[in-house]
């Protein structure tokens, strides 16, 4: 004899057993603004120039000691000072964007508990 159970459809879909980490609200993520765009957008702006900084730097480096397709040594293209500017604009730039993005995050967080509240 076979026994037939019939489960709520609800009990029959699959749970997510792990929700990943993220910084906003599903609420707030539902009602992004045009200021979130442009932070994203300012965003990827420090990110991209931020990397071509430390490529250069990178290059350059890896480049110590060696010779040119001339035989000549490969001029450096910064001084010590130079990349020492590079680099302090690289962290400053970051540390500048966190703090934006962290400014963006708690906005649309609040805004989302606004919302939700009313």
């Not at 990943?20 to 992004?32: G, M, V």
Request: proline share 8%; glycine share 6%.
């Amino acid at each position: 004899m076979n026994a037939r159970i019939n489960l709520p459809p609800e009990l029959l879909e699959p749970v997510p057993a792990f929700e990943p980490f993220r910084w906003t609200t599903p609420e707030a993520d539902a009602a992004s603004t045009q200021n979130q765009l442009a932070v994203v957008s300012r965003a990827r702006d420090v990110a991209y120039g931020v990397a071509n900084i430390m490529e250069m730097l990178e290059q350059e480096e890896l480049g110590e000691g060696c010779e040119g397709e001339d035989g000549r040594p490969i001029p450096k293209l910064f001084n010590p000072c130079m990349r020492g500017n590079l680099q302090r604009l690289a962290i400053t730039s970051l540390q500048m964007l966190g703090d934006s993005l962290a400014k963006a995050i708690e906005h649309a967080n609040s805004n989302a508990r606004k919302r939700a509240d009313t």
